[in-house]
């Protein structure tokens, strides 16, 4: 596997670092990963979504925003939000302008769904796929997408998540192109609090989910994770 790291400079010129691995010279698509700002890309559902992605011949792009450092501790939640979104439009700019894919997916965590209808809109919306871990639900942009996009998804939040709000859900299972796992006694993390493990259970019952969601996509289905 190849990494190539490299930088694009963000809001109030700080650098917004971030990773582009590669397991062929001829990738099938694109996987973007924007992690939460505690969940990062070395956390479970992360670490494993990449290796499915480069397993199926995708390149995979990791955009590491360095929200937890004394740079933005001063920022008030508004102010990192519109950050974020600034950020990762910049990253996508700058990869997607310089490489030629013919698929996308788009997978956020938490703080990292805030970007996400900004990054769909970016991206050929007949070719781009979205996934969705324990989306922000009180965050109005982020809802109004998950209601009414267009682009085959799937968004996964546990019923202890205190971003889980049924009448929302109930909403959003509503829209068509959208796949939903709501596991029972799952917390912010997708897992399940002083169990540990229920929680390994737990994360594999997702990334299950999540494998066979990008297989079923691209015609091939595998059940053996």
Same mark, same amino acid.
Request: with cysteine; charged share 20%.
């Given at each position: 596997?190849?990494?190539?790291?490299?930088?694009?400079?963000?809001?109030?010129?700080? /650098?917004?670092? %971030?990773?582009?691995?590669?397991?062929?010279?001829?990738?099938?698509?694109?996987?973007?990963?924007?992690?939460?700002?505690?969940?990062? !890309?070395?956390?479970?559902?992360?670490?494993?979504?990449?290796?499915?992605?480069?397993?199926?011949?995708?390149?995979?792009?990791?955009?590491?925003?360095?929200?937890?450092?004394?740079?933005?501790?001063?920022?008030?939640?508004?102010?990192?939000?519109?950050?974020?979104?600034?950020? !990762?439009?910049?990253?996508?700019?700058?990869?997607?302008?310089?490489?030629?894919?013919?698929?996308?997916? !788009?997978?956020? /965590?938490?703080?990292?769904?805030?970007?996400?209808?900004?990054?769909?809109?970016?991206?050929?919306?007949?070719?781009?796929?979205?996934?969705?871990?324990?989306?922000?639900?009180?965050?109005?942009?982020?809802?109004?997408?998950?209601?009414?996009?267009?682009?085959?998804?799937? @968004?996964?939040?546990?019923? /202890?998540?205190?971003? %889980?709000?049924?009448?929302?859900?109930?909403?959003?299972?509503?829209?068509?192109?959208?796949? @939903?796992?709501?596991?029972?006694?799952?917390?912010?993390?997708?897992?399940?609090?002083?169990?540990?493990?229920?929680?390994?259970?737990? $994360?594999?019952? !997702?990334?299950?989910?999540?494998?066979?969601?990008?297989?079923?996509?691209?015609? $091939?289905?595998?059940?053996?994770?």
């Amino acid at each position: 596997m190849k990494n190539r790291s490299n930088y694009v400079i963000g809001y109030k010129n700080l /650098k917004i670092p %971030y990773v582009i691995q590669t397991k062929t010279d001829q990738p099938k698509g694109l996987a973007i990963m924007l992690p939460g700002i505690g969940y990062t !890309v070395k956390s479970p559902l992360f670490h494993f979504s990449s290796g499915a992605f480069l397993n199926k011949g995708y390149d995979v792009l990791h955009v590491n925003y360095p929200y937890s450092s004394t740079d933005y501790e001063d920022f008030s939640l508004e102010e990192i939000t519109s950050t974020l979104i600034n950020d !990762v439009s910049k990253v996508l700019n700058e990869v997607v302008d310089h490489t030629i894919y013919k698929s996308y997916y !788009v997978i956020g /965590k938490s703080f990292g769904t805030m970007a996400m209808p900004t990054a769909l809109d970016m991206l050929p919306s007949q070719s781009t796929k979205a996934i969705w871990l324990t989306p922000r639900l009180i965050g109005e942009q982020v809802f109004q997408t998950l209601r009414t996009c267009t682009q085959d998804s799937l @968004c996964v939040i546990g019923d /202890k998540d205190p971003f %889980y709000d049924i009448d929302k859900m109930n909403h959003i299972i509503r829209n068509p192109s959208i796949e @939903c796992m709501m596991p029972h006694g799952a917390n912010h993390a997708l897992e399940v609090d002083n169990d540990i493990l229920t929680s390994i259970d737990m $994360v594999k019952s !997702v990334m299950k989910r999540i494998d066979d969601f990008i297989s079923l996509k691209n015609g $091939v289905l595998n059940h053996e994770l």
